[in-house]
């Protein structure tokens, strides 16, 4: 039997593992032929991946939707803490390039508020730990917050947040059979498709 290797990403934005662990089973149980190489990385970086052919698909959250991609959801952005938060609010990000932690910077630039970051880091759990574990505070997609973590009221000072746009982004030269499989499979497995 011959093996098709197909290249597919996930933004670390998200909370996407639950989804990869069962994309993965699916793919594998339902495609034996196709051997499906995952990466996670910022969802910035992945879009350069797909423009430079080197990913045939990806879940990626970026500010606007991109060409060739289909609209996931647009949840809105929203500021968490997991218990007291102090001003100028200490903050725990993802690395510069990010569209959420781009987002709540412009909203404190645009009010005149200073940012205080207190971490930066390319892992989730580490700014979940950050957050459990002081006053620092993040921004989240509505919807994937933990249930220990709580979404500050505007009467915080904190500034409103855009909406985020999650999207399935596939190489601008067309997708292979295999690719079209995995497309589908993650469309359904989405409750998105027949």
């Known amino acids: 039997m011959k093996v098709v290797a197909l290249m597919f990403a996930l933004g670390m934005e998200g909370n996407g593992e639950p989804f990869l662990s069962r994309l993965m089973r699916v793919v594998d149980r339902s495609f034996p032929g196709i051997e499906l190489n995952v990466i996670c990385q910022m969802s910035f970086r992945l879009q350069k991946l797909l423009e430079y052919r080197k990913l045939d698909l990806a879940i990626v959250t970026l500010p606007n939707q991109k ?14 803490a997991a218990g007291d938060y102090v001003v100028p609010w200490p903050m725990a990000f993802y690395a510069e390039g990010c569209a959420f932690r781009a987002a709540a ?26 957050i459990n574990s002081g006053p620092a505070i993040t921004v989240m997609a509505e919807g994937t917050v933990p249930p220990a973590f709580s979404i500050l009221p505007a009467k915080s000072g ?13 190489r601008e030269d067309g997708l292979s059979r295999a690719a079209l499989q995995v497309k589908n499979s993650i469309m359904k497995l989405l409750g998105r498709g027949g």
Do not use: M, Y
């Open 105 to 130: 910077v412009a909203a404190l630039k645009k009010h005149g508020h200073a940012d205080r970051k207190v971490l930066t880091t390319a892992s989730g759990e580490v700014i979940k730990s950050a």
């Open 158 to 170: 904190l500034q409103d947040l855009p909406h985020s746009c999650i999207q399935l982004v596939e």
């Open 67 to 80: 060409s060739h991609s289909t609209l996931l959801s647009q949840p809105k952005l929203v500021w968490v």
